[in-house]
């Protein structure tokens, strides 16, 4: 494994420990560091290098990035909801993901239907 494909990994990790380390300070500023276009970037770094640049293969991802967004915008918006209400965090997290799966599922099928 050469050292570039370990990078991504560190700099997650650390980020993890960055996020625990602010939620200390700021929940806010901690949400911030939890959402910011880390792994998007991880993502199109990955892409980049093992396509040798080739641009439709990162026009490709960088589309699918930002579909998936939809998704997970409903994960986000769902654990939001439901920790109003009360929720402890393992229903909070099963709502999350089933309503980002339920997005998923509708965003590839419509990616199918408008073929793109």
């Not at 991880?42 to 080739?54: E, K, N, P, R, T």
């Not at 990162?58 to 579909?67: A, D, K, N, R, T």
């Not at 099963?94 to 239907?113: D, E, H, M, N, T």
């Amino acid at each position: 494994m050469k050292f570039q494909d370990v990078i991504p990994v560190i700099i997650s990790i650390t980020v993890i420990i960055l996020i625990a380390v602010i939620e200390r300070q700021s929940k806010f500023f901690a949400a911030i560091t939890a959402t910011m276009p880390l792994t998007a970037a991880l993502g199109l770094w990955i892409v980049y290098s093992s396509s040798a640049g080739d641009s439709q293969a990162v026009s490709e991802f960088s589309l699918g990035l930002v579909l998936a967004i939809i998704p997970t915008l409903g994960f986000l918006l769902s654990v939001w909801l439901s920790s109003r209400a009360g929720y402890k965090l393992l229903p909070m997290l099963a709502l999350g993901y089933s309503v980002w799966a339920v997005g998923l599922i509708l965003l590839l099928g419509i990616r199918k239907i408008l073929n793109f």
